[in-house]
T-cell receptor, first 114, second 114 residues
Framework: DAKTTQPTSMDCAEGRAANLPCNHS???????VYWYRQIHSQGPQYIIH???NNETNEMASLIITEDRKSSTLILPHATLRDTAVYYC???????????????FGSGTRLLVRP | EAQVTQNPRYLITVTGKKLTVTCSQN?????MSWYRQDPGLGLRQIYY???????DKGDVPEGYKVSRKEKRNFPLILESPSPNQTSLYFC?????????????FGPGTRLTVL
């Protein structure tokens, strides 16, 4: 699985958009980009995933560059409850890895300020 | 409500005293796994199970056992706990029918071995 690089920490004001970048310059064609978050020692929570198209769900939007070497997770209106560590994970299609293992890096610690 | 539950949530024990951490999911998922999370090391997979009676080692299986006698339950057994097993443990589950690797995590079990 490709390696990812994320900023150690970020902050944003409540109600504003939070844009969390992730670099994955060695991503290969069959690897997806996943985002999970972990709110203070709770279990990680799935947010969104994508292959090459931009994606949006009720939690966030995922923007993947055309060359797929980087992506940005967007929380459109951040709330205090969004304060968490956000993990960008790149991995092959789950059918290609029977362990279904998720490799969590160190992530980005997002602090949403009142 | 779809969920993964773990018990106990907190446990303090002594070296060598056998313990079991239970994990149960109500989503009829075939796949279940255990992770441990340690500062600076992230989450690491201990064991996983593709289905009933099918288990396999993850990255850090030493000192742990698992069993999968029922689809919904996947207990983690520490036969002779040692202080280096002090950690935060997460159970996860995933359905195999879909193509997306969306894993659901339990709330965590914080284990301290004295």
């Amino acid at each position: 699985d490709a390696k990812t690089t994320q900023p150690t920490s970020m902050d944003c004001a409540e109600g504003r958009a939070a844009n969390l970048p992730c670099n994955h310059s060695t991503i290969s064609g069959n690897e997806y980009v996943y985002w999970y978050r972990q709110i203070h020692s709770q279990g990680p929570q799935y947010i969104i995933h994508g292959l090459k198209n931009n994606e949006t769900n009720e939690m966030a939007s995922l923007i993947i560059t055309e060359d797929r070497k980087s992506s940005t997770l967007i929380l459109p209106h951040a709330t205090l409850r969004d304060t968490a560590v956000y993990y960008c994970i790149v991995r092959v299609h789950p059918w290609m890895d029977s362990s279904y293992k998720l490799i969590f890096g160190s992530g980005t610690r997002l602090l949403v300020r009142p | 409500e779809a969920q993964v539950t773990q018990n106990p949530r907190y446990l303090i024990t002594v070296t060598g005293k056998k313990l079991t951490v239970t994990c149960s999911q109500n989503m009829n998922h075939e796949y279940m796994s255990w992770y441990r999370q340690d500062p600076g090391l992230g989450l690491r997979q201990i064991y996983y199970s593709m289905n009933v009676e099918v288990t396999d080692k993850g990255d850090v299986p030493e000192g742990y056992k698992v069993s999968r006698k029922e689809k919904r339950n996947f207990p983690l057994i520490l036969e002779s706990p040692s202080p280096n097993q002090t950690s935060l443990y997460f159970c996860a589950s995933r359905g195999l029918a879909g193509a997306v690797d969306t894993q659901y995590f339990g709330p965590g079990t914080r284990l301290t071995v004295l």
